[in-house]
């Protein structure tokens, strides 16, 4: 089987660093398994107690064409900043002492209700990271979807975004995301936890009924996830927009009608610059996915191949790729995105 590695740390390294004892890491495990994404983030600690700071070059110096025993101007590049926020998730999880000693192993009953939590930190996480929008909830960090919005020129962005045709509003997005320092990277807060914190907080008198003043004791667990998301470099994320999600699973009928997203997946490699200090990602949902698959079955696709892979954790699945760039599922990812056009 082949191994999904990287030079930058991913969740599961950042924790097991951080949490000597295991329990973090032990959580962050459970997350592996429930979305790919978090082989992929690389994350790193903030430089602000909310967030991160980072510079970019707005403008870069042009050389003067001088003659003999003529002056030169001097002239200088120029910069900007840009802070990105992290959003605080957090839940907690009350069980009622009686009820989780009922089959006589208390751990494994109170584990089979944190994994729930677990899983609904996970897709909420995936979703703010894909469509938050600080600007709608303030709660929120801004998303991939918040910076790539337009086909408008004014957009530096623009550059980035590949018109998939569709005129619906049954649209969904593929996403090429290039992770790496520089690049896109993942934050949480200066002098904070990387990852999922999970406490257990032992049995508590818990209020149960505000009106009647009833309490009850029970097993507290509480967690918190703060996280963000910086692109630090913009060229180093494409957004295939505007593919109607319903004729794309046309493909393979005699009526096929579906966009043809192996050609926009090879414009979108074409889009990213040049060198290899990044590690690029294709991001899909599942019904993107299936299609994909669906133009794999093609053997004469050499462009498409699928291979055994052992992910954190040492769980293997079987995984696709298109031109050696690993291709992701994200359910996140709805089919009713509104079509993006120059007045998006």
Known sequence: MATLSTVYPTLVDVARIMDPNGSVGTVAEILQQYNDILDDIPWMEGNLPTGHQSNYRTSKPT???????????????????IVDACAILENRNHIDVDVASLNGNTAAFRLSQDKPMIQGFMDELSRIMIYG????????FNGLATRFYTLNTAVSSYTQLIDGQGTGTDNTSIWLVCWGPGKVYGIYPKGSKAGLVHEDRGIQDILENTSTGAYMRAYVSWMQWKAGIVVED????????NIDISNLETAGDSTDNSANITKYMSMA???????????????????ASSMLRVKLENKTNAALSVENVVGPGGFGRRQFSYYGVPIRRIDSLTVAESRITTSS
Do not use: A, W
Not at 63 to 81: D, E, H, I
Not at 133 to 140: G, Y
């Open 269 to 287: 490699l074409d889009l990213l610059p040049p060198g290899g200090d990044y590690r690029p990602v294709f991001y899909m949902n599942r019904r």
């Open 133 to 140: 929008d600080s600007s709608v909830e303030p709660k929120e």
């Open 63 to 81: 050389p003067t064409l001088r003659l003999l025993n003529g002056g030169v101007v001097p002239t200088k590049s120029t910069t900007g900043q």
């Open 234 to 241: 913009y060229r180093h994320v494409v957004r295939i927009c």
